[in-house]
C-alpha cells in the first residue's frame, strides 16, 4: 500500500513538474539563409545577419528583407554588432579588419588594424565613445583603439589574468560598459571599461554571448540556461526549444532570436525570460 501511494505522488510530481516547464511558442516569423553565421539586432528589432562569405542581410522583425551589404573584399566575419543606437560594426580576423557602417548599410570606415600596430587581432568589438576593443594575439593584450584617429590609446597585457594554458578568446563584447570576454574551455572574463578585470563567470560555451537585462543565456541540447552576471547565482535551466537543432540565442528590445544551421525563429520575448 505504502509502495502504491509513494508511485502516485512520484507520478503526480512529474506532472506537475511538466505542466511547468517553459517552452517557446510558435514563432512570429522565420528567415531562411543560406551559410548563415552571426546574427545581431538593433534598438528597433531589425535583425542583421551575416553569412560565411561576409554579406550582411538586414531583416524586419517579421522576416522580410529590407537591405543588403556585400563588402568588395569577402570573407568570413568575427563579430557583427548593430545593437549600438547609430553604428553597425563588423570585424574579420581573417582579413584583420574591422568595418563600421551607417543604420542604412552605407559604409563609415574601413580600417585594418596593421596600421594601429596591431599584429595579430583575433577579437573585436565596438565600444563608448568611438573605440574599439580588440584582443591582440601576439602579446596577448586587450587593446583599446581609437577609430577616428586609428591609433591604440591603451594596451593590458591579461597574460597574467587569463588562467587557461591555451588561450583562445572567442568573442569579445561590451555590455552595460563592461568587456566581456568568452575564452574557450575556460570560462566568461569581466573587465570595467577601462580595460580591468573584475571577475570570471563560470560558462563554458562556444556560443555567441546572449544578455538579457543582468543574465546570460545559452542553449544546452534544447534547454535554454542562464545565470546571473552580477551575484553568484547558480546556473539555471529556464525553458526548452522544440528541438536540440538551435546553435545560439539572440535577444532584442521585444523579440527573441533562435539560431539554427540555416534558419532564424523569431519569437516575442516570453514572460519567463523578462521575469529573470
Known amino acids: 500500500m505504502k509502495l502504491l501511494i509513494l508511485s502516485i505522488l512520484?507520478?503526480?510530481l512529474q506532472q506537475l513538474f511538466a505542466q511547468t516547464i517553459n517552452k517557446l511558442e510558435s514563432p512570429q516569423a522565420k528567415i531562411t539563409l543560406s551559410n548563415l553565421d552571426l546574427l545581431s539586432f538593433d534598438t528597433k528589432d531589425q535583425i542583421f545577419a551575416s553569412n560565411t562569405s561576409g554579406d550582411i542581410y538586414q531583416f524586419s522583425k517579421k522576416g522580410k528583407q529590407i537591405n543588403l551589404f556585400s563588402p568588395a573584399r569577402q570573407a568570413r566575419l568575427h563579430q557583427l554588432e548593430a545593437a549600438w543606437t547609430?553604428?553597425?560594426f563588423s570585424f574579420s580576423a581573417d582579413l584583420q579588419e574591422y568595418r563600421i557602417l551607417d543604420r542604412f548599410m552605407n559604409q563609415l570606415a574601413e580600417k585594418g588594424f596593421f596600421l594601429a600596430e596591431i599584429n595579430l587581432a583575433k577579437a573585436s568589438t565596438l565600444g563608448n565613445n568611438n573605440r574599439v576593443w580588440v584582443w591582440d594575439e601576439s602579446?596577448?593584450?586587450l587593446k583599446t583603439l581609437d577609430y577616428l584617429r586609428n591609433l591604440v590609446i591603451q594596451s593590458q597585457p591579461l597574460n597574467?589574468?587569463?588562467e587557461a594554458e591555451k588561450i583562445e578568446v572567442l568573442?569579445?563584447?561590451e555590455f552595460k560598459n563592461r568587456l566581456f570576454m568568452n575564452v574557450a574551455n575556460d570560462?566568461?572574463?569581466l573587465f570595467d571599461n577601462q580595460g580591468n578585470f573584475l571577475k570570471k563567470v563560470a560558462v563554458t560555451t562556444n556560443q555567441r554571448m546572449c544578455f538579457y537585462k543582468e543574465h546570460l543565456l545559452w542553449v544546452e541540447g534544447n534547454q535554454i540556461k542562464a545565470t546571473s552576471i552580477s551575484s553568484s547565482q547558480s546556473i539555471l535551466t529556464i525553458g526548452e526549444l522544440p528541438s536540440s537543432d538551435y546553435k545560439y540565442l539572440q535577444i532584442g528590445q521585444e523579440v527573441l532570436a533562435a539560431v539554427q544551421k540555416e534558419l532564424?525563429?523569431?519569437?516575442?520575448?516570453?514572460?519567463?525570460?523578462?521575469?529573470?
Not at 269 to 275: E, G, H, K, L, S
Request: hydrophobic letters at 55%; glycine letters at 4%.
Open 86 to 88: 547609430v553604428n553597425i
Open 187 to 189: 570560462g566568461i572574463y
Open 171 to 173: 568573442e569579445i563584447r
Open 264 to 276: 532564424i525563429e523569431v519569437y516575442p520575448i516570453p514572460d519567463w525570460i523578462r521575469n529573470l
Open 160 to 162: 597574467l589574468i587569463l
Open 10 to 12: 512520484m507520478f503526480a
Open 139 to 141: 602579446d596577448l593584450s
